[in-house]
């Protein structure tokens, strides 16, 4: 759009240009009244020569009445003009004549003079007031951006004025806002990216300490003279141990991209089925171990559309910990079906169930519930899981009571275009 159409749609100067051609208005009925009131002092000054003319015509000749009032109130008598002229010049009073030299108007200029400059003063200060007026508005515009920016900076609120008024000054204001919204929200980022920073190291430092401490401990048990079995068996933990750590830092790596918001997830059409096949791979051997009764139930086209290697992940961690839970002889159900607004996949065991107080906690990594015997638990597979399902526009929660096992709802809403 050309600059010049821009700056005329602008509201403010187009407002500045009503108020201008009012004021203009104004001022031109204002200089035709004072015209009408200067003619009407010169025609009173006219009138009043004329009659002293006439008083002292007529005194001398009184039948020179009628002749000497038709010229002055008609003016249609021209005859004598030529003789008039010539007695006149005779006292050099022609259309050379200056004009405080003419009785009229030498009367009259201290009116007229008093009416036209109070008429410039009156536009003078019609003009400074509407000039005023906008400078005042443009300045407390201003200082109210500027005390906005000023309070946001150090932290404090503040709330602007007219933020919804018009032009640009007010899109001004709106883009201030947007701003300031913005740094705001990635200072608030940062400051929550240095604490899950700190909080992950810490983590991590936590969960290394121990099997280190057993690491330390079986290697210098190493060093003492003791029988060969024993050196083997040391080694063994050893081994197990190195592989416990390297899974948790694996996890750990997972775990804390997937908090970050550092993976980009594919949006590729997932078969459920295929995903549950899939995720009971690495469990088939503890289930058949365990003697499970595994049951998976629902229609093999059921899809939803979604990352399959990540969603497989956190399917893995839920099954395992239903596996890790059920006891032997228990039962496993996979139940799997979708709606016009979701695809839900249920997983339910027949184990100990969770106590309702560590239902709210149950997703939380490095939580362990009070009840829970598992030594090794980490407590960072269900963490994992719910990460990866809600990156995927997902959810999980849990339904259990005490004694009565426990059934994970996945939901996975589908989006525009499933």
Known sequence: MDVKVMFLSNIEVKSFIIKYIGLFLVSLMLSLGVSFLSVNIIKNKVVENN???????????????????????????????????????????????????EPIITSSIKSLFNLNALLIFVIFVMIFALVIYYLKKIYNDIKDMTDYVYNSSEGRNFEMNNKNQEGQIGLLKTELLKMTTVLKEKVELLNKEKIFLNDTISDISHQLRTP??????????????????????????????????????????????????????????????????????????????????????????????????????????????????????GKLQINYDQNPLYSEIVIKDSGEGI?????????????????STKE??????????????????????????????????????KTYGD
């Open 355 to 371: 106590d309702k107080n560590d239902l709210p906690n149950i997703f939380k990594r490095f939580y362990k519930g009070k009840s």
């Open 212 to 329: 280190m401490t057993s690491l330390i401990i079986l290697n210098d048990l190493m060093y003492e003279d003791i029988p060969k079995e024993t050196k083997i068996e040391f080694l063994d933990k050893i081994k197990s141990q190195l592989k416990r750590m390297e899974w948790l830092i694996k996890s750990m790596l997972k775990l804390s991209k997937l908090e970050a918001k550092v993976i980009d997830f594919k949006n590729e059409k997932v078969n459920i089925n295929e995903l549950i096949k899939r995720s009971l791979q690495p469990n088939l051997i503890p289930i058949e171990l365990k003697n499970i009764d595994l049951s998976i139930n629902g229609d093999k086209n059921i899809y939803y559309i979604g990352d399959i290697n990540w969603s497989t992940e956190a399917l893995v961690n839920v099954i395992k910990n239903c596996v890790e839970h059920t006891p032997k002889g």
């Open 376 to 413: 090794d638990s980490v407590g960072i597979g269900l963490a994992m899981a719910k990460s990866i399902i809600e990156s995927q526009n997902g959810d999980i929660y849990v339904k259990s009571e005490k004694n009565k096992g426990a059934e994970f709802h996945i939901i996975l809403h």
């Open 51 to 101: 009659q002293a003319l006439i008083g002292n015509i007529i005194s001398e000749n009184p039948n020179m009445e009628s002749n000497i009032v038709s010229i002055i109130t008609q003016g249609n008598s021209k005859e004598n003009l030529e003789l008039g002229k010539e007695i006149l010049e005779k006292y050099n009073y022609d259309n050379r004549i200056s004009l405080r030299n």
